[in-house]
């Protein structure tokens, strides 16, 4: 038996650990390091229609164990990527999970339409909570109405499942969550980062040339802890966690919050192994806490008959 | 190839204001050859500070297996760094980048190498290099005040080297850029690291020559992954090159500066 072997719409994975979008390029560098196969899927950058270079550097600032970042969506385009990027990810056994990303809900509608039909691409996930463009990103993460409508126009052409990435930039997480369950989204992933910012104590300006960004890291990971408790507790479809995952035992505590997969972000960074590192510790973790399979830690920590536990197939 | 290792710190000593040379031994070494290229330091193993330190290389001992860098201790980071007594082990990743080209200069050709600041220690490596290969050498190192002035003896073992420092007190008062057009100092191939507008001056001063830039930028993961550190292709609006891996040294004019 495969004890991390999770079932997810459109996602067979054989762990439920991937690297999460933006943090992992389209995986050529991490390539050097160690086999992509290994991997439970891998989220790629998020693509646009037309090439984008992003924001003005300095991109990135260090904060209190994490960091704020406004890199603002820089990718090469939908064409390139289907026909460069996919292309060479195919070599690895490994289901892609193609982030989405627009200015308008015309654009989001092409790449979705023709991301969708690439042979490794087994999922989508819909980039609304960008918080560093100025147009589309985090402006339809917000309000849920917009959200819904998106997910639903996106869900018409895609040939395959899709997953809302929520932004926790909003006052009500689980009513925008609960609005794109209704609009047909086949999962959720949570979170993408906080909107932060950071001055010069020398300059009085501020560090990031965007001004502000999204932070990251394992100073946000009690928020996402928290949010993916509420939500996951809310909804019916299962949920990607994402937010400061360091170690197998962040993972754990993700899994009994709500979630039947995790993504690892800025960790990527710092230790270019921590995705295989966690992978390969999870059975000795799963033995000393008594448990079997990994997805009978979802939802542990939930209220006691609050519903019924997804645990995939 | 890049590979992550454990590295033993070896000698670790001040030798300018809040300026340290750190020593390291390990097999990484074997994997270094270019000077210009760089390390991403771990400074310990917390959460914070969270993120890894890129770090020059400044010499490379393929016998001893050591490898030797120089940095500023300027926030929480370096601080810790600093802290680091031999014996003790810190997380490397390299080495990444890459470094100076040294076959664009020929044995009895002449090389100008100008350093700024923190960006002096990369062409420590080069100059030795250079020099092995029978290119003359001549070094231009520019720094803010005498405090903080360090190698000016290490670099003129390997030929001129001239100090510029701003506030005068020590060698030229004034820029680098200062120092080279009051000697008229003439060469084949620049090579220079320091701050931007250093750079930017010299990629104006010296249009119709081969020069080669070694940039810093705020990075994020070190190995071109994250797209913190691009700078822009003259003419386009959507090429861009990583400084991590694309560079961090350019050509005169394939970057914005």
């Known amino acids: 038996m495969n004890r991390l072997a999770v079932e997810l719409p459109g996602l067979s994975l054989k762990n439920p650990i991937m690297p999460a979008s933006g943090c992992f390029g389209f995986g050529r560098e991490y390539a050097q390091f160690y086999d992509l196969s290994k991997l439970g899927a891998i989220m790629i950058k998020a693509t646009t229609k037309e090439p984008r ?91 849920p109405e917009i959200a819904a409508e998106l997910t639903k126009l996106v869900k018409e052409v895609s040939e395959v499942p899709v997953y809302v990435k929520l932004s926790p930039n909003v006052t009500n997480i689980v009513e925008m969550a609960k609005a794109i369950e209704a609009a047909g989204a086949d999962g959720l992933t949570m979170i993408n980062t906080l909107l932060g910012m950071r001055i010069d104590v020398k300059t009085a300006k501020p560090i990031l040339a965007n001004r502000t960004g999204g932070l990251s890291g394992p100073a946000i990971k009690p928020i996402a802890i928290r949010m993916i408790y509420e939500v996951s507790q809310a909804i019916s479809i299962p949920i990607i966690g994402m937010g400061g995952i360091q170690s197998a035992e962040d993972v754990i505590e993700f899994f009994y919050a709500g979630a039947s997969a995790v993504a690892i972000g800025t960790a990527n960074f710092i230790d270019p192994f921590v995705c295989p590192n966690i992978i390969d510790k999870l059975p000795a973790l799963l033995d000393e806490l008594g448990i079997d399979h990994i997805s009978e830690c979802m939802g542990r920590s939930w209220k006691k008959g609050e519903r019924s536990v997804y645990c995939g197939a | 190839m890049m590979k992550q290792e454990q590295m033993t710190v070896v000698r670790h000593k001040p030798i300018a204001k809040n300026i340290y040379e750190l020593t390291l031994s390990g097999h990484l070494v074997e994997e270094m050859n270019a000077p210009g290229q760089f390390v991403h330091v771990k400074v310990t193993s917390q959460a914070a500070p969270l993120l890894r330190r890129p770090l020059s290389l400044c010499r490379i001992d393929q016998n001893a297996r050591e490898c030797t860098l120089i940095y500023r201790k300027e926030g929480i980071g370096t601080t810790l760094l600093s802290e680091k007594r031999p014996g003790e082990t810190i997380d490397v990743l390299g080495p990444l980048g890459n470094g100076f080209p040294l076959d664009a200069v020929e044995k009895g050709q002449r090389a100008l190498l100008v350093g700024g600041g923190i960006g002096v220690p990369p062409l420590y490596e080069l100059a030795k290099q250079l020099v092995k290969k029978g290119v003359i050498v001549t070094s231009v190192l520019g720094f803010q005040t005498k405090e903080v002035v360090f190698y000016e003896r290490e670099f003129a073992e390997f030929g001129e080297t001239y100090i510029a420092t701003v506030d005068g007190s020590h060698g030229t008062k004034g820029f680098v850029t200062d120092v080279i057009h009051e000697r008229a100092i003439s060469f084949d191939v620049l090579y220079a690291c320091g701050p931007k507008p250093m750079l930017k001056a010299l990629e104006q001063m010296f249009p119709d020559k081969e020069v080669y830039l070694s940039l810093e930028e705020r990075m994020g993961c070190g190995i071109g992954a994250c797209f913190a550190c691009v700078c822009r292709v003259p003419g386009s609006e959507t090429a861009y090159k990583k400084v991590c891996s694309d560079g961090p040294v350019f050509k005169a004019g394939e970057v914005v500066l």
């Open chain 1, 53 to 143: 270079f992003g924001n003005p550097t300095p991109r990135v600032a260090e904060t209190p164990s994490g960091m704020l970042n406004a890199i603002g969506l820089q990718n090469p385009g939908l064409e390139k990527v289907m026909k460069e990027e996919l292309p060479w990810l195919a070599q690895f056994d490994v289901p892609i999970i193609a982030n989405v990303a627009g200015s308008t809900m015309e654009e989001y509608v092409e790449v979705a339409k023709h991301i969708s039909k690439a042979p490794n691409v087994h999922a989508l996930e819909l980039n609304i909570s960008c918080p560093n463009v100025k147009k589309g990103g985090i402006a339809f993460g917000t309000v």
